[in-house]
């Protein structure tokens, strides 16, 4: 428990020093995007990790959280509905509370593929009700707010982004607080029983259903709190918030990350950032990088990244440093070859898709390729074969 309030503090310390190491306004906002993506994932986590329940339509609950915040800040601002700018995120949460209900009551009912499946359906109803009633949803352009609206508080106006920032870092760590302590309360453990065999928590006499069910009511509320963060963050709600490119992000990132550990969520969510926003920039291969690594996990790391660091770190602390050091260095060598002669190969091969449009020659990490030229080519698969062989010799000697 020491360990665990001191890995608490260390959060709240790195949320508020963050803003400070990197104070532009393009780092803030990813910062910012990290803190709301944590949430939902965190959010969808509990569903999926801590109850075994593979939703495909989570996005429903994030994206009417935030048509909710959007509307409340809309009225904010008309002056119909006299609320705080900071609370404005909680009504996203009473909206993904008060959908979970009929929708939840309906999931799960089922367990399993019916679960998954009816998830799905009813996910794909929402995000097609959101172009049938224009009204409420904003059609194709969405609905926009302002959150800058009254007067300013203790000089807390909500322009600067540092201040949106640390409003969406409170509600992460608030919300990601109290996640954590539902996991240890009776109806989170039975949750856990539940997952791994309803038939008996059934027979101690525990509604498998009604189990779930609150479980899907309080993912539905984080996940609104997660919306109504990102409504506030970029002012818009659009109908693509509801569909099921961004459910399956959720899925994907929380997966990624490690959905058997708490922190599992977090770290997909900031992969999911680097990926979406930074990764996507520098190369139009990113998508192809994203789908190898999710196929790497699930064949062979499916306790996701956290797993692989947890056991890592289990490993390293078994050896004497004399031991590990040597052979560590050079297998990470020989991955990192590895990869960048793979990687190299990619680039080149979109690059000569695209030499019409964008040139055949382009620069890899300080070296200029050309697609147009074997060198290029011979050279990316050289570095290959070097990481590769070198792997196989490490491990082939490791092993005697």
């Known amino acids: ?102 929708l939840g009551w309906a999931s799960t009912r089922k367990s399993g593929t019916p679960f998954a499946m009816i998830t799905l359906g009813l996910g794909e109803l929402v995000a097609a009700a959101a172009l049938m009633f224009p009204s409420f949803f904003g059609g194709e352009a969405g609905i926009s707010g302002n959150r800058v609206i009254g007067p300013a508080v203790l000089g807390v106006t909500f322009g600067p982004q540092l201040q949106v920032y640390y409003l969406c870092a409170l509600y992460a760590l608030v919300c990601a607080g109290l996640l954590r302590a539902f996991g240890f309360t009776p109806l989170g453990r039975m949750l856990n029983a539940v997952r791994d065999n309803a038939e008996r928590a059934a027979f101690v006499g525990y509604d498998p259903h009604a189990v779930r069910f609150l479980a899907f009511l309080a993912s539905g509320f984080f996940a609104g709190v997660a919306g109504g963060l990102a409504a506030l963050h970029f002012e818009i709600a659009s109908a693509e918030v509801l569909g099921a490119h961004r459910s399956a992000s959720w899925l994907l990132f929380a997966f990624l990350g490690g959905s058997a550990y708490f922190l599992g969520p977090v770290i997909g969510a900031l992969l999911l950032v680097l990926c979406t926003v930074l990764l996507s920039e520098w190369t139009p291969a990113w998508q192809l990088y994203l789908g190898l690594l999710f196929l790497f996990m699930v064949m062979r790391a499916p306790q996701g990244i956290a797993g692989l660091l947890v056991q890592g770190w289990a490993q390293l602390r078994s050896r004497p440093v004399g031991a590990w050091r040597p052979v560590m260095l050079l297998r990470s060598l020989a991955a990192g070859l590895a990869l960048l002669g793979a990687s190299a190969l990619v680039e080149l091969s979109y690059r000569l898709q695209l030499a019409s449009v ?26 290959l074969l070097a990481g590769w062989g070198l792997g196989r010799c490490l491990k082939a000697w490791s092993s005697r």
């Open 1 to 102: 428990m020491r360990a665990e309030k001191l890995g608490w503090l260390l959060a709240a310390l790195a949320l508020l020093v963050a803003p400070w190491l990197w104070s532009g306004n393009a780092a803030l906002g990813l910062l910012t995007q990290v803190t709301i993506a944590a949430l939902a994932c965190l959010s969808y986590n509990l569903l999926f990790g801590q109850g075994g329940m593979l939703s495909f339509g989570h996005a429903v609950y994030t994206g009417l959280g935030c048509y909710a915040a959007i509307h409340a800040l809309r009225s904010v601002s008309a002056g119909d509905l006299p609320l705080p700018v900071s609370l404005v995120p909680l009504a996203g949460g009473l909206a993904g509370l008060l959908v979970a209900l009929p």
């Open 358 to 383: 964008m040139g055949g020659e382009f620069t890899y990490l300080g070296l200029v390729l050309d697609s147009g030229r074997s060198s290029s080519w011979l050279g990316a698969a050289t570095v």
